[in-house]
């Protein structure tokens, strides 16, 4: 059994900053890459930023140089800063982690979302 859960959510003014944390627990082996993604209403999920093993990482291009995407491995931990927050960044943040159990099954997990709303 492997658990994933978001935290840092909340209302933010336009321009301000909010880091979101993910940390995964349970019966794991290896967390391989991690990943955020933000969804609306109507919309589908949509991949914000993701990182691999050891470091490298990969961004939405609307979000490339005010988000940050970074790991603790020691943790099982993932955390997203957001800074110089707009109006459209406003969604529901899911995490997604790609686990290796202790059971030898590797699979996608997801968090239940955090709301992120941006309004001044």
């Known amino acids: 059994q492997v658990q994933v859960v978001e935290s840092g959510g909340g209302l933010v003014q336009p321009g301000g900053s909010l880091r979101l944390s993910c940390v995964a627990s349970?019966?794991?082996?290896?967390?391989?890459?991690l990943a955020w993604f933000r969804q609306t209403p109507g919309q589908e999920r949509d991949l914000v930023a993701e990182?691999?093993?050891?470091?490298?990482?990969e961004y939405k291009e609307s979000v490339k140089g005010r988000f940050t995407i970074s790991r603790d491995d020691a943790k099982n931990a993932v955390h997203l800063e957001m800074n110089n927050r707009k109006p459209e960044d406003t969604a529901v943040y899911y995490c997604?982690?790609?686990?290796?159990?202790?059971?030898?099954?590797?699979?996608?997990?997801w968090g239940q979302g955090t709301q992120v709303t941006v309004s001044s």
């Open positions: 997604r982690g790609n686990i290796l159990t202790g059971t030898l099954e590797r699979k996608y997990y």
């Open positions: 349970g019966n794991i082996l290896v967390t391989n890459n």
């Open positions: 990182i691999f093993r050891p470091t490298s990482t």
